[in-house]
């Protein structure tokens, strides 16, 4: 594909946006009383509200058509047959597979995938079970109180977020627990609040090259090793990775591997062996049922119209501000404590997806790119950073996610964390004019020049973004859609993009110099040459030891 710029949607987007600069929201509501049912679309009980955007029918045409323009359906059907999509690393892009019916063959080069993944799927299947019921034990027949997942980025906050979401659901299993960061700290934690005896620790690792997975990985075997000894260390290491050989030298069992496939790329790779610590702490028929409700996102993307098509619509509003408005970040405001990880889930997705400067054939892009994606959940984000949101001068889009009801109810919590949901989409779509000020200033009695030197600190300026997701409750099913329909968002945007979203090479160049930093800092290599700033810190931080 060409420059995204140089289609003639494009041009015509850039055209209707100035005919909506001066648009007020307001307005289009006041002019539209159908409005939220026409730009509203529910799958079950899982709704998107996209009513609160910059948009009318007409922007949601010619962003239709720019996405058909980009070849959005057309790679997404390469996607799911299984061809080389991710360019830069010549692979395949094949995470449906792994949630997909194992009766429909997926071809890679030929080959039904789909064996394969049942396979693995059966396997995580009879040892989470076992491991559940206490007949998978560590080396002294206790039963594992605690399951430490050892991994990072796609290998940690997929697992990570969802075993949080679905806390309500574990009941009867071990505590899930995760150890990302090279920081010590994180791994004494675990030293502190576990025994070495009903620990198993589970070693994910797409590659099993990862310096802070393999670091962690080799501290929790010591701890373990030297409380149960050497032999017994096995029972309670399994690896979830591609790369048999390394997990056979690092010295856990290869009938202890979980495997999975190089067309799995590491952020999206929950539904893989990755997900193991899910299913040891929600169940496996939990973790199926989050698969299904995948499943049911991948079907509604490969089926709807880009009209009516939840991802599609997600991914082409970002366009539609990364590209026409100017907006350079995207805030994901889950109202849903159990979501608290989900924005850092995203960052890795979005932005480690999208976070590219050169299209697929490796020429600079002169056009926007990913967003810088942030977010914490309602209503503690209210307390912190709405406040720019509302009144700062950049635009931020913002999606809001709830439910109707709660998994953890308690008195009123859940109707007031709803009520702060919908009020915050409305005074973020309505603002607050200075007549409504003033109105409000002179019913509280205030008048003259204090009034009027108080309106311009309160006035909203309103017709701020958002869109809000709202399904009935957070079940696994719900979840796994919600998740897929981030992951296939990030697709239509790359793909208007026209860059790679399934390589990362932008990682790789930290980890380079860390090597070489790092045997400086041991002494294991005489002093490199740096900059005189990176020469500067090194010194102090040996001579601070
Ligand atoms: O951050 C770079 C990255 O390669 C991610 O894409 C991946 O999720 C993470 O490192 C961990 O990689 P691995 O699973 O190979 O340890």
Same mark, same amino acid.
């Given at each position: 594909?060409?420059?995204?710029?140089?289609?003639?949607? =494009?041009?015509?987007?850039? #055209?209707?946006?100035?005919?909506?600069?001066?648009?007020?929201? !307001? +307005?289009?509501?006041?002019?539209?009383?159908?409005?939220?049912?026409?730009?509203?679309?529910?799958?079950?009980?899982?709704?998107?509200?996209?009513?609160?955007? &910059?948009?009318?029918?007409?922007?949601?045409?010619?962003?239709?058509?720019?996405? !058909?323009?980009?070849?959005?359906?057309? !790679?997404?059907?390469?996607?799911?047959?299984?061809?080389?999509?991710?360019?830069?690393?010549?692979?395949?892009?094949?995470?449906?597979?792994? &949630?997909?019916?194992?009766?429909?063959?997926?071809?890679?080069?030929?080959?039904?995938?789909?064996?394969?993944?049942?396979?693995?799927?059966?396997?995580? #299947?009879?040892?989470?079970?076992?491991?559940?019921?206490?007949? %998978?034990?560590?080396?002294?027949?206790?039963?594992?109180? /605690?399951?430490?997942?050892?991994?990072?980025?796609?290998? +940690?906050?997929?697992?990570?977020?969802?075993?949080?979401?679905?806390?309500?659901? &574990?009941?009867?299993?071990?505590?899930?627990?995760?150890?990302?960061?090279?920081?010590?700290?994180?791994?004494?934690?675990?030293?502190?609040?576990?025994?070495?005896?009903?620990?198993?620790?589970?070693?994910? *690792?797409?590659?099993?090259?990862?310096?802070?997975?393999?670091?962690?990985?080799?501290?929790?075997? #010591? =701890?373990?090793?030297?409380?149960?000894?050497?032999?017994?260390?096995?029972?309670?290491?399994?690896?979830?990775?591609?790369?048999?050989?390394?997990?056979?030298?690092?010295?856990?069992?290869?009938?202890?591997?979980?495997?999975? =496939? +190089?067309?799995?790329?590491?952020?999206?790779?929950?539904?893989?062996?990755?997900?193991?610590?899910?299913?040891?702490?929600?169940?496996?028929?939990?973790?199926?049922?989050?698969?299904?409700?995948?499943?049911?996102?991948?079907?509604?993307?490969?089926?709807?119209?880009?009209?009516?098509?939840?991802?599609?619509?997600? $991914?082409?509003?970002?366009?539609?501000?990364?590209?026409? =408005?100017?907006?350079?970040?995207?805030?994901?405001?889950?109202?849903?404590?159990?979501?608290?990880?989900?924005?850092?889930?995203?960052?890795?997705?979005?932005?480690?997806?999208?976070?590219?400067?050169?299209?697929?054939?490796?020429?600079?892009?002169?056009?926007?790119?990913?967003?810088?994606?942030?977010?914490?959940?309602?209503?503690?984000?209210?307390?912190?950073?709405?406040?720019?949101?509302?009144?700062?001068?950049?635009?931020?889009?913002?999606?809001?996610?709830?439910?109707?009801?709660?998994? *953890?109810?308690?008195?009123?919590?859940?109707?007031?964390?709803?009520?702060?949901?919908?009020?915050?989409?409305?005074?973020?779509?309505?603002?607050?004019?200075?007549?409504?000020?003033?109105?409000?200033?002179?019913?509280?009695?205030?008048?003259?020049?204090?009034?009027?030197?108080?309106?311009?600190?309160?006035?909203?300026?309103?017709? %701020?973004?958002?869109?809000?997701?709202?399904? #009935?409750?957070?079940?696994?099913?719900?979840?796994?859609?919600?998740?897929?329909?981030?992951?296939?968002?990030?697709?239509?945007?790359?793909?208007?993009? $026209?860059?790679?979203?399934? /390589?990362?090479?932008?990682?790789?160049?930290?980890?380079?110099?860390?090597?070489?930093?790092?045997?400086?800092? +041991?002494?294991?290599?005489?002093?490199?040459?740096?900059?005189?700033?990176?020469? $500067?810190?090194?010194?102090?931080?040996?001579?601070?030891?």
């Amino acid at each position: 594909m060409g420059a995204p710029t140089s289609l003639p949607a =494009w041009a015509a987007l850039a #055209r209707h946006r100035e005919t909506l600069a001066g648009v007020h929201m !307001r +307005d289009l509501f006041a002019g539209d009383g159908e409005r939220f049912r026409r730009l509203s679309l529910a799958r079950g009980d899982f709704l998107l509200d996209y009513s609160k955007n &910059r948009i009318t029918a007409e922007t949601m045409r010619l962003l239709a058509n720019l996405a !058909r323009e980009a070849g959005v359906q057309r !790679r997404r059907d390469a996607m799911f047959a299984g061809e080389c999509i991710n360019v830069s690393e010549n692979r395949a892009v094949l995470h449906v597979a792994l &949630r997909a019916p194992a009766d429909r063959p997926i071809r890679l080069d030929g080959t039904d995938v789909m064996g394969e993944v049942e396979s693995v799927r059966q396997r995580m #299947r009879r040892f989470a079970d076992m491991v559940r019921a206490g007949k %998978r034990t560590g080396a002294t027949g206790r039963k594992f109180a /605690d399951v430490v997942n050892i991994g990072i980025g796609g290998s +940690d906050l997929g697992p990570a977020m969802v075993c949080e979401a679905l806390a309500p659901f &574990r009941a009867g299993g071990p505590n899930p627990r995760f150890v990302s960061n090279i920081d010590g700290a994180a791994l004494r934690d675990v030293f502190a609040a576990c025994r070495p005896e009903t620990s198993l620790f589970i070693v994910a *690792s797409k590659t099993f090259t990862t310096l802070e997975t393999l670091t962690n990985a080799h501290s929790a075997r #010591r =701890w373990v090793a030297d409380a149960l000894g050497e032999e017994a260390a096995g029972k309670h290491f399994v690896a979830l990775s591609t790369n048999l050989d390394a997990v056979r030298a690092f010295g856990i069992d290869p009938d202890e591997m979980f495997p999975f =496939w +190089d067309w799995v790329g590491g952020r999206y790779s929950l539904w893989s062996a990755i997900g193991l610590s899910i299913a040891i702490a929600v169940g496996a028929d939990n973790f199926a049922a989050l698969l299904d409700g995948a499943r049911d996102m991948d079907d509604h993307f490969r089926e709807a119209p880009l009209e009516a098509n939840m991802p599609a619509i997600l $991914g082409m509003l970002s366009v539609w501000y990364g590209n026409f =408005w100017d907006a350079h970040t995207h805030a994901v405001l889950p109202y849903d404590q159990r979501l608290a990880r989900f924005a850092a889930f995203l960052q890795q997705m979005e932005m480690e997806s999208n976070g590219k400067s050169v299209t697929e054939g490796g020429a600079p892009v002169a056009w926007q790119t990913g967003p810088v994606l942030f977010g914490e959940p309602g209503t503690n984000g209210q307390h912190a950073f709405y406040q720019l949101i509302h009144q700062g001068t950049r635009l931020i889009p913002a999606d809001f996610i709830g439910a109707a009801r709660s998994q *953890s109810p308690l008195g009123k919590h859940h109707q007031l964390l709803a009520a702060n949901l919908f009020a915050q989409t409305e005074a973020l779509m309505r603002g607050k004019t200075a007549a409504e000020v003033r109105a409000e200033l002179a019913a509280r009695g205030m008048s003259g020049a204090a009034l009027e030197a108080a309106v311009p600190h309160r006035v909203f300026s309103g017709s %701020r973004p958002s869109n809000t997701i709202l399904y #009935r409750a957070l079940d696994p099913f719900t979840l796994g859609r919600l998740i897929a329909l981030y992951e296939h968002k990030t697709f239509v945007e790359g793909t208007i993009w $026209g860059i790679d979203s399934f /390589d990362q090479w932008g990682v790789e160049l930290g980890k380079q110099l860390a090597g070489t930093i790092a045997a400086e800092l +041991d002494g294991s290599k005489p002093p490199a040459a740096h900059d005189s700033s990176t020469r $500067g810190l090194i010194d102090r931080f040996r001579e601070w030891r």
